[in-house]
């Protein structure tokens, strides 16, 4: 299994709560992205994600609704310049086993070039 885990998140219309559609994705090692091995699940993709500019805030502990809108408004506040264009969704990574009590996790903020 790879690391950082990643998991793309969309908020709700009124942007009070997270949208229960969520996409799951995996880093895929360098050794097989020329060649990628062939999903036999009809529902796994594969996505090429362009480089782009990320604005990350760690955090530890479970990762659950009300933690992640916590983290996300955080990191939200930290920015705070009009400068920054933020886009929906945002990423929740998770960097430890969903059974490590003390997680180690990062909301992602990807930046709109």
Known sequence: MTVPIVTVVCMD???SALSRD??????MPLQ???HPPRPLDPDITMQEWPATVIYSRSFSGVTNERSILIEMNGLAEVL?????RLRDPF??????SPATANR???????EQL
């Open 80 to 84: 705070g310049s009009p400068r920054v």
């Open 13 to 15: 219309e009124a942007r």
């Open 22 to 27: 969520v996409t799951v994705a995996y880093y």
């Open 32 to 34: 097989w992205q020329a």
């Open 104 to 110: 180690h996790n990062e909301i992602w903020f990807l």
């Open 91 to 96: 990423i929740v990574a998770s960097y430890s």
